[in-house]
């Protein structure tokens, strides 16, 4: 999976942004006229410093996306692994994510009934916590969906939404709700609920539906929506979307080692390109808890 710089953070501030190319060139000083110059590489290569400013829910982010810390209770934010289907196929239909990832696509079965696609989140310890779940959803047949928690007492905190327009159509249970449009029909849904208490393992649960409010049905094993970017958090305030790995930890910059696609400019306008820090990074923070993050970023074929 490629590491990408994550949406929920702020792109480079052009104060402050410098460009250096590496130098192609190998120069040789000679004893008698001048040095000799030598190309030795056609791969462009150059120096980025930048800065980003963030808020401080933006700066917890993006310190576990640099360090790969642990971030979700999902595990990997692109894949159906661990994820039950009842009466639910997955297929991966080729279809690109908001961040350009693969996504996958459930659809119903032929036969009447529920439909849907659960994630059991064994949480014995945190009874009565407040967990945020969400989810990037598209229609792909069915044009609404329900994203939701069974809690640990048995009963079900969800909302209905419309994916053809993204307006909440039902609700139920919540303790905080925001849809997020992601482009290309794309919909980030996220959800705040409670746990509550009781001897059932809570579950984060998706359903695709032909209506509102109709999660039973028959299917056709054809509709259905597709899904991606799925996180679960205790609720901490400091709850962005990261892309997570099947362990659950950030998909970042490994501690400043790993490559990772970010918008950067070299003319021509903002444009992704493939870089990694050089060295660490450094911070100085404002008056409301606002930060200012800069570092030097090596950038290859950009």
């Not at 030598?38 to 700066?59: G, H, L, N």
């Not at 259905?224 to 205790?234: P, S, T, W």
């Not at 400091?238 to 080692?257: E, R």
Request: glycine share 12%; proline share 6%; hydrophobic share 40%.
């Amino acid at each position: 999976m490629t590491r990408r710089w994550p949406d929920t953070l702020p792109g480079a501030e052009r104060p402050g942004y410098q460009l250096q190319p590496v130098d192609p060139s190998l120069r040789t000083e000679m004893e008698v006229g001048a040095r000799r110059l030598r190309r030795i590489t056609r791969t462009r290569r150059d120096s980025v410093t930048v800065s980003w400013r963030f808020e401080d829910d933006q700066m917890a982010a993006f310190r576990a996306w640099y360090g790969d810390d642990p971030w979700s209770l999902a595990g990997d934010s692109d894949a159906l692994t661990g994820w039950s289907l009842t009466q639910m196929g997955s297929i991966s239909d080729g279809i690109l994510g908001p961040a350009g990832q693969l996504a996958d696509k459930i659809r119903a079965n032929p036969v009447a009934g529920e439909h849907r696609a659960s994630l059991p989140l064994p949480m014995a310890a945190f009874q009565n916590r407040v967990l945020v779940l969400m989810a990037s959803l598209r229609a792909a047949g069915m044009g609404f969906a329900r994203l939701g928690l069974r809690t640990m007492e048995g009963t079900l905190a969800y909302a209905d939404v419309n994916l053809g327009s993204g307006v909440v159509v039902g609700q139920a249970g919540l303790a905080g709700l925001k849809v997020e449009p992601r482009g290309k029909g794309w919909y980030r849904v996220i959800l705040r609920a409670d746990t509550s208490e009781g001897p059932e393992v809570p579950e984060f649960r998706i359903w695709p539906m032909p209506a509102p409010a109709t999660p039973g049905y028959s299917g056709n094993n054809a509709d259905g929506l597709h899904l991606c970017e799925h996180m679960v958090r205790l609720d901490s305030g400091h709850d962005l979307y990261l892309p997570t790995t099947a362990s659950g930890h950030a998909l970042g910059a490994g501690g400043g080692s790993a490559w990772f696609m970010a918008p950067l400019a070299f003319g021509g306008g903002f444009a992704e390109a493939e870089c990694r820090f050089e060295g660490g990074w450094k911070a100085s923070i404002s008056q409301g808890l606002r930060w200012t993050v800069s570092a030097t970023l090596e950038v290859r074929n950009a």
